[in-house]
C-alpha cells in the first residue's frame, strides 16, 4: 500500500528489521499481521467447497455454512498444483515437498536426494549441507542448473521481457503468452547461489530423471535413474515446481466445464480489470497469469493487479 506508515520499509524501520531488497520470511509475516490489524481487516478460516452463480450474486458454499457475495476474488495460491515426477507418482510412497519442511534438524546425519534446479531446490540443498554429517544429491532434469536474475548485469532479453511485459501481456495472443511464459517462468537460481553451490559437497546429478522408487516406511529408499545409475537415501525432497491449472481449484471446475468460466492451457482469460469471462469473477495473485504474466508471481505483482480489481468492483 502507498498508504504512509504501512509499507514494509515503515514497518521495518520500526522494528529493526532489514531493509529491501532482502525480507527474512519471518519478518515479511511479521508485517502482513501488522498490516491486518492495523487495517481493521478480517479472516475466516473456511474451505470453499463450492461457488455457483444465484441471478446476479454468487453463492459461496463452505464447510461452516453459505455465503451470497456480489464479487469475489480468487487468489488461493498454488497448494495442491505440485509438479511430482511419474516415478515418484507411481511410487506413492514418502516424500516431502518443499513447501513443507519446517525444520532441517530431521535431516542431520542422513542422506537426502533433493529434486529440482531451481531456487528453492538450491537454497534446501545447501542448508541441508551445512551439516557436516549429511550427504546431499541435487537431481537436475536439465542440461544444467540455470542461474539468472532480473537485477544481475547479464540477461538483458529476459530482465527487460520480465520488467516490460506486463503492460502488453493481456492483448498478446495466447499461444505467444504461453511462449512467454515457458521462457520467463522456467526454473532458475540467484546468481549469488552458484559460487556457493560450488564450494558445497553437494552432489549435483544433470540430464536425469527418476524412473522408480523403492522402499517401506522406516527404511532407506532405492532410486532409479534415467541414465541406469541408481541412489539410496533416507528423505526424498521435491523442488519440482508448479503448474498452475484453474481446474485444480475444487470450487471452479464446475464452471470451467459448464464454459462460464473461459479458460485456456488452465489459466482462465480475463479482461483488462482482471474479471473473468463469469462476471463478478476476478483473478489475483498467480490466478492472473493471463492478465501481466509472470509478475503475478511476486507481491511486488499486487500494485499492477488490485488496483483494476478495486476500480471495476461496484
Known amino acids: 500500500t502507498p498508504r504512509e506508515g504501512f509499507r514494509y520499509a515503515d514497518f521495518a524501520k520500526r522494528k529493526g528489521f532489514s531493509e529491501l531488497p532482502y525480507i527474512p520470511f519471518h519478518a515479511f509475516l511479521a508485517y502482513t499481521q501488522n498490516f491486518f490489524d492495523g487495517h481493521g481487516l478480517k479472516f475466516r478460516r473456511t474451505q470453499v467447497t463450492e461457488l455457483k452463480q444465484r441471478e446476479n450474486l454468487w453463492q459461496l458454499s463452505t464447510d461452516t455454512g453459505m455465503q451470497l457475495a456480489k464479487n469475489v476474488v480468487v487468489a488461493v495460491g498454488l497448494k495442491g498444483m505440485e509438479r511430482i515426477p511419474a516415478g515418484i507418482q507411481a511410487w506413492g510412497g514418502r516424500y516431502m515437498l518443499a513447501s513443507e519442511i519446517q525444520s532441517f534438524e530431521v535431516f542431520r546425519a542422513k542422506s537426502v536426494v ?49 520488467k516490460n511485459v506486463d503492460k502488453v501481456f493481456r492483448v498478446l495472443p495466447i499461444p505467444l503468452q504461453d511462449i512467454l511464459l515457458n521462457f520467463l517462468m522456467k526454473g532458475t537460481a540467484e546468481p549469488s547461489v552458484e559460487n556457493k553451490l560450488s564450494s558445497s559437497k553437494i552432489r549435483v546429478l544433470s540430464k536425469v530423471q527418476i524412473r522408480a522408487v523403492r522402499g517401506d516406511d522406516g527404511e532407506p529408499m532405492e532410486i532409479d535413474l534415467s541414465d541406469g545409475s541408481h541412489l539410496s537415501a533416507d528423505h526424498l525432497i521435491l523442488g519440482t515446481g508448479y503448474r498452475y491449472d484453474v481446474r485444480s481449484v475444487p470450487f471452479l471446475r464446475r464452471l470451467v466445464a459448464t464454459g462460464a468460466l473461459r479458460a485456456s492451457g488452465g489459466l482462465a482469460i480475463l479482461s483488462r480489470s482482471s474479471e473473468a469471462s463469469a462476471h463478478g469473477l476476478f483473478f489475483a495473485g ?17 500494485k499492477k493487479v488490485t488496483p483494476r480489481i478495486i476500480s471495476a468492483i461496484k
Open 286 to 302: 498467480m490466478s492472473a497469469l493471463r492478465l501481466i504474466g509472470p509478475q503475478c508471481q511476486f507481491v511486488f505483482g499486487t
Open 114 to 162: 533433493v529434486v529440482g534446479s531451481g531456487q528453492s531446490a538450491l537454497e534446501i540443498a545447501l542448508e541441508i549441507a551445512r551439516s557436516q554429517d549429511s550427504r546431499v544429491t541435487l537431481l537436475a532434469r536439465g542440461v544444467g542448473i540455470k542461474f539468472r536474475s532480473i537485477h544481475s548485469p547479464n540477461d538483458a532479453i529476459y530482465k527487460f521481457l520480465f
